[in-house]
């Protein structure tokens, strides 16, 4: 490949740099490191967010664009796509990732029709396919935007209008071609419109029917065309609309169970999109989790004091290290998941090589937390806290309940006369600022070695 992106060599692992300054080197992602039996780059199987690397301008809803990209001197909309291509695939290599994911609609314009829409991105993934086959570079999931155009604006799979329905099964056909095109691993829904604004003009449990049909048809043409990908759909509560269907992981996950969803579709989970939902990263991934539900993992963080997706690059460790620790515990990110940056540079970070500097904070931000949940996974410490806390289950009165061989009547005896003094005794403090103290050491030992 030609140095598109000039002067930035291949990103390379040094360890912790000694003047601590960060630079255009990783200082905790090793990729042929071996954590907990497998290789960091397997544990976390990074992902390039086509749209925000390469499509994003930088604007937000008071600004316009400021980003500075070196493809900007092909100003045909043919041209600039399929250029694109040559620098997308510059940056992989010299990033060192595996991995990409893409909406069709980020890779070519649209025409006056579908038809004309669909010959423009076939022609730019010719040109994806190519590079695949020289490259080895693989594609973590596509999906198709059906939220940007205007003709979305009250929903795809939700729509009031069977014609837009129409126009999105239409959409997300060519869309599911493309994905066995590339050999994609998983294919993601986000419902950027499906919701409603407001339920005076909602017929909530029609729509919602309406995207089940919609889903099981997608999954039903990628049986029919060969396309193995794992589903997956992507929980938001709101932005842009007022109420979106899939909330948060729990609300999905009672959807899928309600329309018979559960036995093809997992989740794919973005941190941003927790916060929106008043959780936390972690516990969108411990329920999926726990549910044996977890698909992928989108990689961002939001800001606190922002109430919006502002899908920053992660850099928090501590949040970082919780969302690795359920990963762990789990043993992979989903059947086929991986770690895909739906994050974007900030706007007054607008120089190319900007990419570059926030990829690698976002890439050593959680190998750095793989690093602290394999030694807390390692030392047992949170085995033992959840151990010891419900001790109590596992014997006793405790285990019989748990097994099924007790009932209100058999228990109420064991505590009619119980004096309250004794029941007092029976709780116990959860030290939890020692536990918290504790993870806290651990990071900050791990990360100095």
């Known amino acids: 490949m030609s140095d598109l992106w000039q002067g930035i060599d291949k990103v390379k692992y040094e360890g912790p740099h000694k003047g601590l300054n960060s630079r ?13 039996g497998k290789k960091m780059k397997d544990w976390l199987r990074f992902s390039v967010a086509y749209w925000h690397t390469f499509d994003q301008r930088l604007v937000d809803p008071f600004g316009d664009g400021t980003a500075v990209r070196p493809y900007d001197k092909y100003t045909d909309p043919m041209d600039n796509a399929l250029a694109k291509v040559d620098y997308a695939f510059e940056f992989y290599d010299k990033l060192g990732v595996d991995y990409f994911c893409f909406h069709d609609r980020d890779l070519a314009p649209e025409g006056d029709t579908l038809r004309e829409t669909n010959q423009n991105l076939d022609k730019v993934i010719d040109k994806i396919v190519e590079y695949q086959k020289t490259t ?40 599911l071609e493309v994905g066995k095109r590339v050999g ?19 017929e909530m449990k029609r729509e ?11 999954k039903d043409y990628a049986n029919e065309i060969g396309f193995d990908a794992q589903m997956l759909l992507e929980p938001k509560p709101k932005e842009p609309t007022t109420h979106q269907y899939d909330f948060d992981a729990a609300t999905t996950l009672n959807f899928m169970k309600e329309y018979g969803l559960d036995k093809d579709f997992k989740l794919n989970l973005e941190g941003n999109h927790a916060n929106l939902a008043g959780h936390t990263y972690q516990h969108e991934i411990r329920v999926a989790r726990e549910a044996g539900m977890l698909g992928s993992l989108d990689a961002n963080q939001g800001d606190k004091l922002i109430g919006w997706d502002i899908d920053e690059f992660p850099s928090n460790l501590y949040e970082a290290t919780a969302a690795m620790y359920e990963v762990v515990e789990a043993g992979q990110i989903g059947p086929r998941g991986g770690l895909n940056f ?13 990419l570059f500097y926030s990829h690698i904070v976002g890439m050593d931000t959680f190998a750095a937390g793989l690093r602290v949940a394999a030694a807390l996974k390692e030392d047992g410490y949170l085995d033992k806290v959840l151990k010891d806390r419900y001790a109590s289950w596992d014997e006793g009165l405790g285990k019989s309940i748990e097994e099924g061989k007790e009932d209100f009547k058999s228990i109420e005896p064991t505590v009619l006369d119980t004096p309250q003094s004794e029941l007092r005794a029976a709780t116990q403090s959860d030290h939890l600022e020692q536990v918290k103290d504790t993870i806290n050491h651990f990071m900050i030992e791990t990360l100095a070695k």
Not at 342 to 354: H, Q
């Open 24 to 36: 255009l080197a990783f200082q905790y992602y090793n990729p042929e490191e071996e954590i907990l």
């Open 136 to 175: 080895g570079m693989k594609v973590l999931w596509n999906t198709s935007n059906l939220f940007t155009n205007p003709r979305f604006l009250a929903g795809a799979g939700t729509a009031p209008s069977a014609k837009i329905y129409a126009y999105a099964c239409a959409q997300l056909k060519h869309s």
């Open 184 to 202: 994609a691993e998983n294919y993601v829904f986000w419902g950027g419109r499906e919701g409603y604004e407001s339920l005076w003009n909602t």
């Open 208 to 218: 919602q029917s309406h995207i089940a049909k919609f889903f099981h048809m997608a």
């Open 342 to 354: 739906d994050s974007k540079p900030r706007r007054t970070s607008w120089k190319p090589e900007d």
